[in-house]
């Protein structure tokens, strides 16, 4: 029996990845989709989303959901997603204005469907507000995937920060405290999920004669492109798709019991994890099988355009990639 579940998302381009790859794995169902603000403005996400469904050949209901954290400002990351949300891919249909109810949806599928499963791959603004809104569903909830957070490496907003976590500290923080059967997916892990340059390269060669190729090349080339100016890193980390794997199969993971808390400060704390004893209750993906991981997505999302093994070396550069990080942080 495939695994239901519910994807909350900001498309986003490592978001895109992630719901090709959810539409191909024989191991999940997914029973909605709902949209954040987040990478892009949410009715961006939500007009991204309709698209990739439509090339990944998804039929679940796609529901808008909040445009604004819950009390801060949005900020699109439009320097790592592009000024449309998918790097230079630039949708034919013009976002329109959409209505919030994605808490709403939540809460159906949520009551509908006792333990169903959530991947959280935006700001958690939808489900602190489903959770808020209706308490019930925290003991009906099942495994609830978060991508989100930093630990032991450097992050994505600030030093200390990933940018989900800093995009809606007070969400993270609502949902760190909801007693849920949580499963962290922090940098520590996804920052290990790398398609590298070549690949890129292939896909954009593959992408002359084919368009679902070029729209991979369009949107990944933007990613790389962020990736080798703000780190000098030769490829796109598809944070995202990791999250979705775990979902379908966790012992791709190792996996550490921890309490945590997320800082509501501002500056360079906003959003950071915290190791506190009164923190909520997660498992955290500390360890992950990268190689297996990369060619989970090769042989699902790009084998028609990629010579096999073409992923491959990804895991290795992002190796590399944090150990000159760990170095320079000493
Ligand atoms: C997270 O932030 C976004 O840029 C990505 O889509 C991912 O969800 C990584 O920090
Ligand atoms: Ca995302």
């Given at each position: 029996m495939p695994t239901s579940v519910l994807i909350d998302t900001d498309p986003g381009i490592d978001d895109a990845v992630a719901l090709a790859l959810a539409s191909r794995l024989p191991e999940l169902r997914i029973v909605a989709i709902t949209i954040a603000h987040g990478n892009t403005d949410v009715d961006?996400?939500?007009?991204?989303?309709?698209?990739?469904?439509?090339i990944a050949g998804i039929?679940?209901?796609i529901i808008p959901g909040a445009a604004a954290p819950l009390v801060r400002e949005p900020r699109p990351a439009r320097e790592t997603h592009?000024?449309?949300?998918l790097g230079h891919v630039i949708p034919a249909q013009e976002p329109e204005h959409e209505i919030d109810g994605a808490a709403e949806a939540i809460i159906a599928q949520?009551?509908?469907?006792?333990?169903l499963t959530v991947c959280c791959l935006g700001p958690l603004t939808n489900l602190a507000t489903a959770i808020a809104f209706a308490p019930d569903?925290?003991?009906a909830l099942g495994?609830?995937?978060?991508?989100?957070g930093a630990l032991n490496v450097p992050g994505t907003q600030t030093a200390r920060s990933e940018f989900n976590w800093w995009s809606d500290p007070e969400a993270a923080d609502f949902v760190m405290h909801a007693h849920l059967d949580l499963r962290l997916v922090p940098l520590d892990v996804t920052r290990r999920i790398a398609i590298p340059g070549s690949a890129i390269g292939a896909l954009a060669k593959a992408g002359e004669s084919d368009q679902q190729a070029r729209f991979w090349a369009d949107a990944l080339r933007f990613y790389a492109d962020f990736h080798q100016e703000y780190e000098r890193f030769d490829g796109c980390i598809?944070?995202?798709a990791l999250a979705i794997a775990l979902v379908a199969d966790p012992s791709l993971a190792g996996w550490e019991e921890m309490r945590l808390d997320v800082s509501l400060s501002d500056g360079a704390e906003r959003g950071a994890v915290r190791r506190s004893p009164e923190g909520g209750r997660t498992a955290v993906a500390m360890s992950v099988r990268a190689s297996e991981v990369l060619a989970l997505l090769e042989r699902t999302v790009f084998a028609r355009w990629l010579e096999p093994g073409s992923l491959a070396g990804g895991a290795a550069d992002a190796e590399r990639w944090l150990a000159n990080a760990a170095r320079e942080r000493k």
């Open positions: 961006r996400a939500t007009r991204n989303a309709r698209l990739i469904a439509s039929a679940a209901p592009g000024p449309e949300g949520v009551r509908g469907q006792r333990k569903i925290a003991d495994p609830v995937f978060v991508m989100g598809v944070n995202d």
